[in-house]
């Protein structure tokens, strides 16, 4: 087969047998690094979506179009499900795989399998039909990774509303962090109103994934829209010798554009990040360091800038923060704004709960029971963008994350609407769109009395 063919998506260094038969190319989407042998035939009518570094051996048939089998004529009765073979699959030899299948991520299916359904991630499935025998890497998957949260990290509430469930998913955040998440709940603590994750992993393992992260996406050239914000309040101070901590400070892309020659601190775990604050006239302190009662009252603005969702314990570190605080000194948390999130009812799978890092998320009146236990006012709360967005795009992200959730609700909301030809490829959508591109931000800023 010939590759410039108008695939509806083909991605890089991809090796297709010129053997293979693609029967409605245009509807299926090819990753990067995948390998296509001899003699493969899909019919990928209702789309076939493959991804990255897959691997399918020869002889393998895979496809979308089946016939009703319940009406009285099956001649003409073409039935269209879509088929999803997730990242680091290895599909051997002979495969026959059928519509509406989902082959999770880094799974393997013996040769001569006949896959009837779906397949969980890091599965080997053998057999007519597959079946399950094994499950590769289980370390992966071990139970000491993660806990099990049965009430409020913050407030220790176990009077809470259940939200969502998630699906289950594989973690790619890190090359040393390739793992299988399993499903968990968005949980509503109903004293804080903090949401939270019922499953989350171990500190062990977060604080090892933190210390290996790379740092190199903090280097960029421009700042996000939060932190112009934040910058703004802070640059507008009239406070003489001012003292600024940003807890996390990464590499120091905030504080380095805080218009002070001293008075700038950061704490920081990763080595990476911690060398270049410090080539960047940033004064990195330790949380051991931060114990020395010469810090108490002492600074005039702490930043936990994309902080409070990782925070294993929040509450604990809020309160020992507070007491570094000068009187009407200033607490500023920029977070997720779980409000905006427009549909509660499926936010176990929102983008900023899929982050495996992430662990809660709060809101308006979680800040206001901030206030409350830290001795605080409130002084704002801002809504704000992450990051900058062109009308268009947020215009289009937010059409396309509306018709999704309508039609997971009833599809039957204006049926010809989901055969146009911009639109029908949300039929084939089991998660929610990546949309980032709404107010999901929230600054907090909480003045010391």
Known sequence: MKKNKAFKFLGK???????????????????????????????????????DRVIIGSN????????????????????????????????????????????????VLGAGSVVTKDIPPLS??????????????????????????????????SKKEELSQSQDF??????????????????????????????????????????????????????????KLVLELINNSDINNLKVLDYGCGSGRLLKEIQ??????????????INKAEERGIRIIS???????????????????????????PMELLEFLSHKLKKQGKLIIVTGNSEAVYYKNRIGDYWYFKLFSHLQMLNVKHAKWLAGKLNC?????????HYDVPTKIELKKNIASFLFFIYQKTNVFFPAIWNLPKIKKIKNWNYPILNSYNKDHLIIILKKR
């Open 13 to 51: 260094r991809v090796s297709i047998k010129d053997s293979v038969i693609i029967e409605g190319v245009e509807d299926v989407h090819v990753s990067d690094d995948v390998a296509l042998a001899d003699y493969i035939h899909i019919w990928a009518y209702g789309g076939v979506y493959i991804g």
């Open 60 to 107: 393998t048939t895979i496809s979308t179009i089946t016939h009703n089998y319940e009406s009285p004529v099956m001649h003409g009765t073409l039935v269209m499900k879509p088929i999803y073979i997730e990242n680091d699959v290895w599909i051997g030899s002979n495969v026959k795989i059928l519509p509406g299948i989902r082959i999770g991520e880094g799974s």
């Open 124 to 157: 080997i499935a053998v057999g007519n039909p597959a079946k399950v025998i094994k499950k590769r890497n289980p370390q992966f998957n071990s139970s000491n990774w993660y806990l099990d949260i049965t009430e409020c990290p913050v407030c220790s509430s």
């Open 170 to 227: 594989l973690c790619n955040s890190n090359p040393e962090f390739r793992f299988h998440h399993p499903k968990y709940k968005i949980v509503k603590c109903q004293e804080c109103h903090l949401l939270y994750k019922s499953k989350i992993p171990s500190y062990e393992i977060l604080d090892k994934y933190y210390k290996t992260l790379e740092t190199n996406y903090e280097d960029i050239n421009y700042l996000f829209p939060t932190d």
């Open 260 to 273: 002070i020659k001293e008075g700038r601190y950061g704490i920081e775990i990763n080595e990476d990040a």
């Open 287 to 313: 949380e051991e360091d931060l114990v020395d009662e010469k810090y108490d009252s002492f600074f005039d603005y702490i930043i936990l800038t994309d902080v409070y969702e990782h925070l294993f314990k």
């Open 377 to 385: 006012d409130l002084s704002d709360a801002i809504e704000c963008y």
